[in-house]
């Protein structure tokens, strides 16, 4: 069983920066695609970025230029740099990944999400 464990998240004023930690762990074979989302009060989870094995980034046009994510494929790790936060984007984040892991019998796909961490911008 694969498992994502985020760290990071916390109260910020409006234009501060936070960034995200999540670490995947477990019987991996390899992951895939890596992201991270977010869910605020009342409404659905939404994606925020997600990035490929070999590095290719993707943002919802609300955070672009304001986020960045990034992965350390030898830790099994990735990262969410969030600058010039702003009150909106308030939220549970969550990580998420996909890939193979294997087990005694067999090799399998997976598609990980870890628990939650919250971010709050407020003055």
């Known amino acids: 069983q694969v498992q994502l464990v985020e760290s990071g998240g916390g109260l910020v004023q409006p234009g501060g920066s936070l960034r995200l930690s999540c670490a995947a762990s477990g019987n991996i074979f390899s992951i895939n695609a890596m992201g991270w989302y977010r869910q605020a009060p009342g409404k659905q989870r939404e994606l925020v970025a997600t990035?490929?094995?070999?590095?290719?980034?993707n943002y919802a046009d609300s955070v672009k230029g304001r986020f960045t994510i990034s992965r350390d494929n030898t830790k099994n790790t990735v990262y969410l740099q969030m600058n010039s936060l702003k009150p909106e984007d308030t939220a549970i984040y969550y990580c998420?990944?996909?890939?193979?892991?294997?087990?005694?019998?067999?090799?399998?796909?997976?598609?990980?999400w870890g628990q939650g961490t919250q971010v709050t911008v407020s003055s």
């Open positions: 990035i490929t094995s070999s590095g290719s980034t």
């Open positions: 998420n990944a996909g890939g193979t892991g294997w087990n005694s019998r067999e090799i399998y796909e997976y598609d990980a």
